[in-house]
C-alpha cells in the first residue's frame, strides 16, 4: 500500500486512542491490517539496482506519496487539541515504521552483520508475510479505490 495511505490510517486510527501507548498499537496494527488487503507496492529492493534516472523517479514518487499524505493529516490536525495532536501523528508514525523499516533493511547487505541488522530482516520477513498474495492488479486496484473511499469517508466522519 502506498506511504500516504499508511499514514492516513494511522492518524485515523489513533486519532481517539486513550494514550500515546495505544496510538502506536493502532498505527502499527493499522499497518500490517491494510498490507493484506490486494494492492500495488513500490518496488523497494529494486530501487538500488535501478539507474540513476529510474530511480529518481521512483524517489520523486515516494517523495510525492509522503507530501500528499503529509497534507491531509494536517488538515486533520486542525480540529484537535495538543494531545490530539500527538495522538494523530505518533499513529501516522507507527503507521509509517514498518515501510520505513523495510527499506532500511534493503539498504542492508549483510543481514547477519549484528542484532539491529538481523532484528530488521526478522522484521521485514514478517512484514512481507502479512502482504496479500493477490496477483491480479485489476481486483487489487478496485480494493484499493474501495478502502480510499472509506477512508475519505472516515477523515470527514471523526
Ligand atoms: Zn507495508
Given amino acids: 500500500m502506498i506511504l500516504a495511505i499508511h499514514a492516513i490510517t494511522g492518524a485515523v486510527v489513533s486519532a481517539n486512542a486513550g494514550n500515546i501507548t495505544e496510538a502506536a498499537f493502532l498505527g502499527l496494527v493499522s499497518h500490517y491490517l491494510i498490507d493484506s488487503i490486494p494492492h500495488t507496492d513500490y518496488e523497494l529492493k529494486q530501487l538500488k539496482n535501478n539507474s540513476i534516472k529510474t530511480s529518481f523517479r521512483e524517489y520523486l514518487k515516494i517523495a510525492a506519496d509522503l507530501l500528499i499524505g503529509g497534507i491531509v493529516i494536517l488538515f486533520f ?4 487539541n495538543f494531545s490530539g495532536v500527538i495522538l494523530v501523528l505518533t499513529g501516522a508514525f507507527f503507521g509509517l515504521l514498518p515501510d520505513g523499516l523495510t527499506f532500511l533493511d534493503c ?26 498474495l493477490n496477483k491480479n492488479k485489476k481486483i487489487a486496484a478496485i480494493l484499493q479505490l474501495i478502502y480510499i473511499a472509506l477512508l475519505i469517508f472516515l477523515i470527514f466522519s471523526l
Avoid: G, V, Y
Fill in 77 to 80: 490536525l486542525i480540529r484537535r
Fill in 107 to 132: 539498504q542492508i547487505k549483510d543481514k547477519n552483520k549484528n542484532l539491529f541488522t538481523r532484528s530488521l530482516a526478522i522484521i521485514n520477513a514478517f512484514h512481507e508475510k502479512m502482504h496479500s
